[in-house]
């Protein structure tokens, strides 16, 4: 019998596959730095030439259908069965892989050099494709030969960036028409997708996901920015030494900050709902305001700590009904109880920011606080008062930590043990 010869491309595969071998048996000890930087440089560009290869293949794979040999539905589900990368890697692949065989020949050719790496010529894949129906075919081969380009300077996230924009370089005029009405297709399309979904966990928090046109999230963002840039995280632990001054995890200090933001909302801001302002209303029995553990109920049917309720009647703009005995309404309001805008403006002069222990928080991101609470017979005056920032005031009502004033005149807070 007559042994079948093999494919030119199977015998080039064997001797790749001893090459590499060879380089896992070479010992790296004697190496320099400078020898091994080039070494990972030049393995990156073999890297990304096998990778060419590899879509080439591929590329020919979907068009002789292996899929076929097995019955899989798409080249691409044959390839995620036959080597175990995900599905959604292996559409991408075979996506990249079709288009630059058949229609991106600068894109093939700088791929096979090992000048394009395997993400950026998916990144440029897809610019080029968003193209093709809103360009001439000239124009289309000059946003590729630009984009080849700058992948020699560029990683795939900033040529995904550049690609948006690349008729701005090859074709200004064309490129702001043609992203002024790509604009005002996503912007109607954003605003079709609005939503907002807000569920309880029974434990005390609410959870929720939101969609928002990228001009409003762009708002959002800069608004929580601004009130969480100044925070530091400078609670105290257990035995009373402090955390440091490391800025907490941007997603912490995003999330207190939109707490606050919904607490400073100021009903006047807000349209009333079914005749009434938007306002909450805690409802709190006179021992809770006291200093007693009843808890405190809020008008939409909620319920919070006494500490909780301690804090909000302190400052915050809700609505505080205190109930005698006989549930009878002792005093609605908060007037009496808020220092007024010339206290506030002695306080700020007078304290130059949050008074708690190593809190730089500066004075428009305080609070006016009560150094006697007020439950307890303190007045509102620049004398009882002082400044905290929203973390410390919630601090200083919450029973947890022990509370104490130095010789500073700052105030010092430690976890109760």
């Known amino acids: 019998m007559t042994a079948t010869a093999l494919h030119p491309l199977t015998e080039v595969l064997a001797r790749l596959d001893d090459v590499v071998g060879e380089g896992f048996e070479v010992g790296l000890l004697s190496a320099s730095p400078s020898e091994t930087g080039a070494a990972l440089v030049e393995l990156e560009r073999a890297a990304n030439r096998l990778a060419a290869l590899r879509a080439r293949v591929l590329a020919h794979a979907a068009a002789v259908r292996v899929e076929d040999e097995n019955g899989a539905p798409s080249t691409a589900v044959w390839l995620a069965n036959a080597t175990r990368v995900t599905r959604a890697d292996a559409h991408r692949r075979v996506r990249a892989a079709v288009a630059a065989e058949e229609r991106y020949d600068a894109l093939a050719v700088a791929a096979a050099r090992g000048a394009v790496a395997p993400d950026q010529a998916e990144v440029i894949v897809r610019a080029l494709d968003d193209l093709a129906d809103d360009v001439s075919g000239d124009l289309l081969r000059e946003a590729e030969r630009t984009l080849v380009g700058l992948a020699g300077d560029h990683d795939a996230k900033e040529l995904r960036v550049l690609g948006r924009r690349i008729l701005d370089v090859v074709a200004p005029a064309v490129g702001e028409a ?3 009405a790509l604009l005002a297709t996503e912007e109607r399309a954003a605003a079709a997708k609005v939503s907002l979904t807000m569920r309880e966990d029974g434990q005390g928090c609410v959870h929720g996901r939101f969609v928002l046109p990228e001009l409003h999230g762009a708002m959002l963002a800069k608004i929580l920015d601004a009130i969480a840039s100044p925070r530091r995280d400078h609670l ?13 995890p941007s ?3 995003r999330g207190e900050a939109f707490a606050e933001l919904v607490e400073r ?5 807000l349209p009333d709902a079914a005749g009434a302002g938007a306002t909450v209303v805690v409802t709190m029995p006179l021992d809770t ?3 007693g553990l009843a808890a405190a109920s809020l008008d939409t049917g909620h319920r919070i700590s006494p500490g909780e309720a301690r804090r909000l009647a302190c400052g915050a703009d809700l609505v505080p009904a205190v109930l005698g005995t006989a ?3 002792l005093d609605l309001g908060r007037a009496a109880r808020l220092h007024n805008r010339a206290q506030r403006i002695a306080l700020v002069v007078r304290d130059r920011g949050c008074t708690a222990e190593g809190c730089d928080a500066p004075p428009q991101r305080c609070e006016a606080h009560h150094e006697t609470p007020w439950s307890r017979g303190g007045r509102t005056s620049v004398d009882e008062g002082r400044l905290l920032c929203h973390r ?3 601090v200083a009502h919450d029973p947890a930590y022990l509370t104490e004033r130095l010789g500073t005149g700052k105030l010092r807070f430690t976890r109760r043990t």
């Open 265 to 269: 909302m100021r009903d006047a801001d």
């Open 236 to 248: 105290r632990d257990g035995d009373g030494v402090a955390d440091g001054d490391e800025q907490r």
């Open 289 to 291: 305001l006291t200093g």
């Open 392 to 394: 410390h005031h919630r």
């Open 251 to 253: 997603w912490l200090r």
């Open 327 to 329: 549930s009878e309404v």
């Open 178 to 180: 043609r992203e002024a």
